[in-house]
């Protein structure tokens, strides 16, 4: 019986192409944070070292006078100053040469990419962690928001939080929350479809964590998904005035690369400086509720 030759592809690997599909990145959620609708944005001038706020409280009521009697000082015209610095964040990666020079496509510009989203997740989650530290405080752990809690910290805002409940939170007021968090609230308003966007904010920016507007109220909802849940799911969001919160950016972010001859390699270093924390405490409430993985 004559031989046959049964030719495989593991036979003719050398002559097979391969081809390589467009690199999927892995999905990040949208860091919404940095908008000016949201929070006051400061820049810290090129040279300088901090960034000094005054804050001037309010004067003492007006009091009725006596025809003929003379005004008195009643009250002294008190101030305080918040200072403000700013610290770097960053990371870095290391592509040796033959990556670089075996890759298509650019790793170079896959990985600047990524370096990127690295930073402004910091950012955005930075930012989110300033609820934590508002001294009103509505929900607890495993408690389930609901619409009523929001137009609560809404009412108590604008009603003002302070002792003689004066000092009510400026507009606009802003209600951010997690994901799971805002599939509650939209079942409980029993709203579909899409909303329209906010005048003056770029759709194209923000309309992915547009969630819904309370219109008798004048307050928009947003959804971020770089809020850090706890143990037992729980996650600390905000209803709150952009007063109370602020960016000091020092140094926008950027992208250096540098060539190690030694190593044959290139490392690209993101950096970025910044800071965030609260200007007036009284104007943010923090909810603090279940955003656990709904099952139906």
Partial sequence: MPSVQITTSTNLADYQKILIAEALLEAEHEAIMENAQLLTIFRLPKGAKQYNLPLFDRLATAAALTEGVALSATAAWTTTTKTLTVSEVGLMIILSQDLIDQSDPNVLAIAGKQLGQSVERKADADIL???DNFGTSL??????????????????????????LRNPAPDPLNVVLHPIQIRVILNALGTTGTYPI??????EIVRPSYAASLKEWGVTIWRDGNFSRDANDDVKGGVFSKLSLYLLTGRDYQVKEEEDIYLRARALVATRRYSTGEIFDEYGVEMFFDAANPAS
Avoid: D, Y
């Avoid at 929900?139 to 003689?164: E, Y």
């Avoid at 906010?198 to 759709?203: C, I, K, T």
């Fill in 129 to 131: 962690a300033n609820f």
């Fill in 198 to 203: 906010p005048e003056g904010l770029s759709a």
């Fill in 139 to 164: 929900g607890s752990a495993g408690t389930a928001i609901t619409i009523g809690h929001v137009t609560a910290a809404i009412a108590r805002l604008k009603s003002g939080l302070k002792a003689t």
